[in-house]
T-cell receptor, first 113, second 112 residues
Framework: NAGVTQTPKFQVLKTGQSMTLQCAQD?????MSWYRQDPGMGLRLIHYSVGAGITDQGEVPNGYNVSRSTTEDFPLRLLSAAPSQTSVYFC????????????FGSGTRLTVV | GNSVTQMEGPVTLSEEAFLTINCTYT??????LFWYVQYPGEGLQLLLKATKADDKGSNKGFEATYRKETTSFHLEKGSVQVSDSAVYFC???????????FGKGTRLSVIA
């Protein structure tokens, strides 16, 4: 099925560990973004990309890195996990024409202990 | 900057009650406005949208009208069901390759 695929769905990390959250879309969307969802905070933008090779920071980029080497993939890297990064992470993609709305992945629930 | 303010929850209603969730926005220019819904344990789904002033978005019995004069996009439904229990997010997007900006979400619980 076409859409946005996120892996893993759940992850527990120890403080200081690194990991990569994967996001892939098969809709040929130019635009992809990462959000984190925390209770009472809504969704906050971490990083976004408007095309392969182009990324930019969102509202809360510290502690996260991204790259966009292909249209399909937009991984989010945590270089040294901290308990403050415990959250649910959503990847989303969007095309500038046609369906005028974001398509979201099902999320990754990350716990840092 | 661009921002969205929506009423705080949680909102608890009885089945068949009328629902209003308020949303106001601050933005330069004329953004597009959206309502997204998140059911328990799932990602966000687009519920409805409006791309210009006075447009009315509607879907699944929900409606919202883009009011430029009051910078609002309130969500309404005439008769809620238990299956409408979810978190509702208001969002805006300026034109071009700009990101969605979300409100903090409103949790709705509908009891039978």
């Amino acid at each position: 099925n076409a859409g946005v695929t996120q892996t893993p769905k759940f992850q527990v990390l120890k403080t200081g560990q690194s990991m990569t959250l994967q996001c892939a879309q098969d809709m040929n969307h130019e635009y992809m973004s990462w959000y984190r969802q925390d209770p009472g905070m809504g969704l906050r933008l971490i990083h976004y990309s408007v095309g392969a090779g182009i990324t930019d920071q969102g509202e809360v980029p510290n502690g996260y890195n991204v790259s966009r080497s292909t249209t399909e993939d937009f991984p989010l890297r945590l270089l040294s996990a901290a308990p403050s990064q415990t959250s649910v992470y959503f990847c989303a993609s969007w095309a500038p024409t046609g369906y005028y709305g974001y398509t979201f992945g099902s999320g990754t629930r990350l716990t840092v202990v | 900057g661009n921002s969205v303010t929506q009423m705080e929850g949680p909102v608890t209603l009885s089945e068949e009650a009328f629902l209003t969730i308020n949303c106001t926005y601050t933005a330069t220019g004329y953004p597009s406005l959206f309502w997204y819904v998140q059911y328990p344990g799932e990602g966000l789904q687009l519920l409805l949208k409006a791309t210009k002033a006075d447009d009315k978005g509607s879907n699944k019995g929900f409606e919202a009208t883009y009011r430029k004069e009051t910078t609002s996009f309130h969500l309404e439904k005439g008769s809620v069901q238990v299956s409408d229990s979810a978190v509702y997010f208001c969002a805006l997007k300026r034109s071009g390759n700009t990101p969605l900006v979300f409100g903090k979400g409103t949790r709705l619980s509908v009891i039978a």
